[in-house]
């Protein structure tokens, strides 16, 4: 089972930056009382004194053999 989830945020930082950035991290949890993998990317656009961040998430349940 895999269900992704996403979502934009605006944000302000103390400096002056015009670029673009990925940040990835990846993460193990709990889901429902099955072992799963948690992904999140997150896609940054930056601005003189603004950020604005695409986030996607996907949580997958890992394959259980038993």
Known sequence: MKETYWEFSFGFYPGILIGFRTYQEESALDWDGDPASMKEHNHV???PFLDIC?????????????
């Open 54 to 66: 695409y986030k996607l998430i996907t949580l997958e349940k890992t394959k259980n053999d038993g």
């Open 45 to 47: 656009f930056y601005l």
